[in-house]
């Protein structure tokens, strides 16, 4: 089962590249929420499976009674999920005023900082 | 710390203190602050007995023990001669100053840079460690920077500042590395010590690449051609600095490095062949370049880059004659060039001009300072009794010998010696002789400050040749034997008597006055020859300048393209050729896996996903793509509920409702085009760099799984989960107790996104293309 998660994991990883390598700044934004759920499902499958039984112990125990899920990945997933919530949310806030502000979502035309005819620096001293 | 390492370090507090003193004091403040220097050459003065029995005065403190670099210093005859010139001539210059910018609104700052100078100046001759020598030495690269560039306002004063910061910078690197290599070579860190070990470093395979380092940073320093044309464009600087800089000091520098590593790296076939074949010809070329200027300052400071190449000839030409020759050669110029400076700047601060031709007759308005000029004019032309004249004679002693080689570098010293004393004669007498010519200022004689410096300078120039017992005693042989590493006996006297010697000097003397008779003419000669070459290395500095800004240009324009997708495409193929080659390179690569086992409804679930996936690529409306989107995140939500993580799938859940709720508020402002704006080859090209970057991740991460793992990590938060923290999700536990912190980090990033969010809801359209607009 770790083999088809990890060859799901890696399709992830192949659509969001090719989106991130669009031209559209929306296309690029459905590329990178794609690029989060990529890695949290990478960070999931290195850190091995197990189906069904939760990393909970039962109340009248100290240690679980059985093999649980690994709780490591777990957590570290669960932090990843809400900053790439967090940074997904601002880059989509970002595009949508760059596109009210300069009229396109075409990354060849958002050429604001970085002009195509950039003046060569003085010759003199 | 002792008293002699206060005293090294003073000019570094004289220089915090002279812009405070000039606001109170004005231009008076020179008189207090030439007591820096002065006491300075007093407590030094106070070594030269001790010093010229054969003696070493050192101190100094460990700084960085583990890179051997010490603030360390040693005074031997030849940093304790450099030394005395450097604090002496200092304290003449600091009155000068006082006298030549007194009213300048700067004045205090232009003091504190002179200061600073000297301090770097006298650490660099006195230093013993290989790296503080390195760190005074670019000291006096930076702050010879400041003092040409000080009046900023002009470009040429730019240019100059800029050239001479590339040139003598450059050769720092040079000798930074040099260190470092003798350093290896010899496995000592200090100076002193180096010099025991010539043989070794002499005889090691690398001693060519130390030779190369230091002689480049010598060359640069000292102006040898081709790095010559520094030294007269510095001349832009206000004529103190020159006096100072130009004469005596900052250009010396390379000459010291190269006298004070001659008992290391001298003694060779190419240490005696590359400085007398450098030095000569950057004496003759310096020599006829000056009988082409007509302004003094340029004039002089030719003849100073032609007085720096006698001096490299005569510390590579091999024995101690020689040696000799080049001591004393070093001393009369730093006299004589350092008073004629100062004549010429109290020419142009008097007359208003510096144009040779168009002065004459002074002699009546400025007669201290005629005097003064005759003095250092005779010792530069090297005639008895001048301290000039000892040094020539010892220049032809040492190297007129019978050989090829020794006659050829004679006749060109000849040449070079009797335009020298052309220029001289130009400078100091044809602006003070003949009928008197109308000057832009009605010219008189200038104030004590002004002519104090050069009536010293050349009274000394005539007392040291006069009693040149005492000199060659105190100065001069322990100078040599510091250079030539074996103990050398001076003795030239002022009496002349009759040998090859005084004969070329006759020679020398001859042919000047001859040269001098016709110097319009060959001014005129040395214009035209030059007009027909047409280039120099000064045009080809600004040719290498702007070259060099221009490459940076088209290298910036070309990485930096500003199109985002070139970015992307070059960070993922790296990123995949980098997976890919390191598994193949390392064979790393997974064993082809087993068909997996699942139960339908994973497969139902993975299926849903991947359907997900790919309908965002080709949604081609609206709600399709947020639909799609969806899709993917429920089903990764399923994924996780699936494999024992309930927390993650409600996390999941929730957050994939939230993308999609504030992904169609805004998709219904933004357009989702129908179709790819890319060409059909570029989707083909960007699912090729996809495929290669993403498949290698999932190789990777096949490979991954296929190690065995180690449980160590979650072992331990399993087994303490309820034991320490007391709670029964082991989860929940790990991301508020075990890793609290990280937790807090992770708020303080959703905070500050959230607060980024409101900023960039709340400017105004209006604003923000008001902004942009500027």
Redesign the interface.
Known sequence: METALSILSGLFFIVSIYLLLSKYVIRVLLGVALLGNAVNLLIFTAGRLTREVPPIIPSHLDVPAVATANPLPQALILTAIVISFSFFAFLLVLSFRAYQDLKSDDTETLRFAEPKNEPTPPLGY | MNDTQIYLLLPFAAAVIAPILVRFLGEKAAWILALFPAAIFVHLFGLVEQISNGEVVTGGFVWVPSLNANFTYFLDGLSLTFALLISGIGTLIILYAGGYLGGHKHFGRFLSFIFLFMGAMIGLVAADNLITLFIFWELTSITSFLLIGFDHNR?AS??AA?QALVVTGGGGLALLAGVIVLQSISGVSELSLLLGQGDVVRDHPYYLLAFFLIIGAAFTKSAQFPFHFWLPNAMEAPTPVSAFLHSATMVKAGVYLLMRMNPVLGDTVIWETVLPVFGTATLVIGTLLAVRQTDLKLMLAYTTVASLGLLVMLTGFGGEKAIEAAVYYLIAHALFKGALFMIAGIIDHEAGTRDVRKLGGLRKAMPITFAAACLAALSMAGLPPFFGFLAKEEIYAAIAHPTFWGVSITLLTIFGNALMLVIGATVALKPFLGEPVKTPKNAHEGPILLWAGPVVLSIVGLVSALFAGFSNHDFVSPMASAIAGTSVEAHASVIPHFSLALLLSVITIGLGVAVYLKIDQARFAMAWLLAKIGWGPDKGFDQF??GL??FA?WIT?RL??????AY??TV?IFFGVVLWGSMIYFDELPNV??F???SFY?WGI?TI??VG??S??YANDRLT?IVS?GI??FA?AL??M???????SF??FM?ET??VV??AL??T?????KT???KLSEQLF??C???L???A???L??S??QQP?D?A??DF???Y???VAHG????NV??VDF?GL??LG?IS??MI??L??LA??R?K?QK??KV?KQ
Do not use: C, W, Y
Not at chain 2, 560 to 565: D, I, K, L, P, S
Not at chain 2, 669 to 673: E, Y
């Open positions: 470009e730019r240019r800029i300048i702007s800004v221009r240009t324009h930096q393209n500003g199109r985002m997708e992307m495409t993922f896996p087993s997996p086992v699942l994973e993975f996903a991947a996936l790919f965002v690529i793509a989107l993917q995140g990764v994924i996780f699936l494999f024992g993580a309930p927390d993650l996390t999941q957050v939230l993308s504030i992904l805004v998709m402002r933004l357009t989702l085009n790819d704006a890319r960007d699912a760099v996809a495929l970057a993403g498949s991740l999932m190789v991460l096949l991954v799984i793992f449980t990590l979650s938060f399993t087994s989960s309820k034991v029964g999700n082991i989860v790990i991301i890793r990280d937790t992770e990033v959703v996104a959230g980024s969010i960039l809801i400017v359209g923000m293309r942009l």
